[in-house]
């Protein structure tokens, strides 16, 4: 039997803890020393999906992991991926493929049908790795689900992977949450939980010392390290919608994009490099706001349920909005459900987002899109059609969009159309994701608007991974990490 790859799972007590900027910070740390190093992630529910070197899809924090990790990501680095549709379901990808939908209340109860798939994925992984840094979901202290777990101790226990347990400081709290986490763990789960660490402090430490002697006091788990707030996080892809509040445009700058956040929005991480440009404002608009007035350019973002995202849009008033836009002689952009909305009707003849039926778009382009249950997921090299620029991006949709602006294609994929551009030029949209970030593109983009780009997106991102890593290095104790993670190499 082949010896086991060395292996630790990040655990938070709860969302949005950090664990995944830590998860990227480690994989580029180990890698630079030389290990062949791979994220995973049982179980991702995320909106922001990339496509793997297989085509299919994984959570875009596993993508950046894997980047983190100096590999191409792959399906198997996050085996389950839910999408949400709805505020009781999600769609089901597995292993990269879209499985069907799924209401919250079954999920549990396809664990057995789901789990082989995830073990299946982390085995293959283990076979090409030194060492597998696995990140959880949510908190292990949900006891409630703890019987149809494959995300946390239900994946920890079946692998026999020991976790690091970390606790954001950030939110107060976090000797409660980290002492309250020991307590209502059953015995067998606890055990797994080898340390812990604080992580987004801010201030002077040593504040905190007597903080750590007392958690690991209540709960016999060493304490790793007090990781303060990494202020760059910002700056790498994010996976949740709830982040964008945080993002609303506050500075004055040649040129303003809004973008209105909707209820499914998907891939915003698209718009992360025209956030980074330092001549442009972009303003996430969030529900019960108006779109600004003296914007230049409004992007309707992706969507993970089309049909709810343009009942959404219109319940804002922003197709109101956006017809004063665009009167006023501005520009609107559509990116992938943003582009099917800016069409004259949508067509879901089988059903997939709901009622069968067909429902008027806003009417800024002459296209029309039929939602197929095919669903198309690839890499995507394409040319930009009005600037002859190069594009590298990715496509993930259901349905087909034609029309006579079809005629003026937005780019060229492999030689076939894309997308649509109206009769003046001023609306446009295409079901391509991550073109902004091509340097070149977006700076052929920006021109087209007067406005000019000094940003190295990729190099840029590719820089924050390394202060990352130095980040971890500095303030976790990485080598007692590495032992923990080699641990279950010497108990086989």
Known sequence: MARP?????????????????LVAGLCRLFADRGLVVRPFKPQNMSNNAAIAREGGEIGRAQAVQARAARCLPSIHMNPILLKPETDTGSQVIVQGQRRGSLRSLGFGARRDELFPSVMESFGLLEDEADLIIVEGAGSPAEINLRAGDIANMGFAAAADVPVLLVGDIDRGGVIASLVGTHAILPGEDRRLIKAFAINKFRGDARLFEAGMSAIESFTGWPGLGIVPWFAEAHRLPAEDALDLEERRGTTERPLRIAVPILARIANFDDLDPLSAEPAVELTFVPPGHPLPADADLVILP????????????????????????????GRILGLCGGYQMLGTSIADPDGIEGRAGTVPGLGFLAVETRLTPDKITRQAEAVHAPSGQPIRGYEIHLGRTEGPDGARPFARIEGRPDGAISTDGRVQGTYLHGLFSDDAFRAAFLAELGTGSTLAYEAEIEAVLDRLARHCETHLDVEAILRIARSRQSQR
């Open 5 to 21: 790859a060395a292996a630790i799972m990040v655990q938070g007590t709860g969302s949005n803890v950090g664990k995944s900027t």
């Open 302 to 329: 992706g969507s993970k349920a089309t049909l709810a995202d343009l009942a959404f849009l219109r319940e804002q008033g922003w197709d109101i909005d956006l017809a004063a836009h665009h009167r006023r002689g």
